[in-house]
């Protein structure tokens, strides 16, 4: 990975404007926020930062207003969640730019912390307008980007302020790259990719990506069962992409080439009606899956064998559930194999990685995700960096 910088990296910032891109899209239900988790992310950057005695101002979206002010997409709604998990008081600033912010910044004292409004209020956001970004950028001394789930956006406040002033990357966003790097830009190998999730079609670019770069891709969850009908297996009445066929015989092909070693499951749970425990539930072998069935989770027998393969592995990525892990005991293949990976990785002979919202979940409800060495909540930025794609609110800080 090029080399970026980091807050390491800053000199004396006391009394300096520093502009922070956070991630403050937090959910909300009935007027109160929900869950502080992205906060508490970057909590450690704003706090180090102000500890310094800079003037500390954060700049984020809320939702998709399209350009327009809309009340119920301030930011101000987030205001006081956020002066609870900082501990600080936050001056709210109704504007971004101009001399409105600019006064605000006047009364701010070193240490002190401002929210700036929404930034897609402004249609110049989402464009990455260049007069927007300099008008933003005049009233501050360095930037410094905290929002890896931003980064995939080529916006003026992920983007554009880091090309017009000093930029840093900031405790959360080093975090996630270094970790990331570790995963698949300079991994340990072997490498393994847990892949899952319920249609091939929302990541063929992962797929196609990966099997150039790692050594095992464990393909799992409603997939899997797109893949072994590829290869000519009956898959009843489960979840399937048929029309994906030659486009997975394609994938398992490029798998061929590169040395990397596909792991479909032999043997599989079904029932045939989706539900808790159904009295319809057997465990069978892929080749007797019933035309009323339906594949809901890997078998046994194949997560025991996965567990082997992870246990001859350095690294690993994972990225979507083995089966419909929201429904017991459809979530036994998934539970078991992260407790493996979690396991392998308090010993220390694997570093894990994992990322995506129902990954996130999956493994919170394994109890295993603190025991992963990384997991990204970024959603959209982990699957294009997964699909070996340039996230420009990264490139942006390389040197």
Known sequence: MASFRTLDDLGDVSGKVALVRVDLNLPMQDGHVTDVTRVKASAPTILELAG????????????????ERHSTMSLSLVQGAVEDVLGHEVMFIPEVAGE???????ILRPGDIGMLENTRFW???????????????????????DAFSAAHRAHATTEGLAHLLPAYAGRAMQAELEALDKALGAPEKPVAAVVGGAKVSTKLAVLEHLVGQVDHLIIGGGMANTFLAARGIDVGKSLCEHELAEVAEKIMDAAD?????????????????FAPNPPSMRTCNVHEVGADEMILDVGPQAVEALADVLKTCRTLVWNGPM?????????????????????LTKEGSLVSVAGGGDTVSALNHA?????????????GAFLEWMEGRELPGVAALMR
Not at 100 to 106: D, K, L, M, N, T
Not at 123 to 144: H, L, Q, R
């Open 257 to 273: 080439r590169s040395g990397c070693t596909v792991h479909l499951p032999y043997d599989v749970v079904v029932a045939k009606e």
């Open 52 to 67: 310094k005695g800079a003037k500390v101002l954060l700049l984020a979206h809320f939702g998709r207003p399209k350009g």
């Open 123 to 145: 249609k110049g956001e989402e464009k990455n307008d260049p007069d927007f970004a300099k008008s933003i950028a005049a009233n501050a001394d360095f930037y410094v980007n």
């Open 367 to 379: 109890g295993v995700a603190k025991d992963f060495t990384y997991i990204s909540t970024a959603g």
């Open 323 to 343: 089966g419909a892990f929201e429904t017991e005991p459809f979530d036994a293949a998934t539970v078991a194999l992260a407790r493996t990976a979690a396991a």
């Open 100 to 106: 409105v912010a600019a006064q605000a910044i006047g």
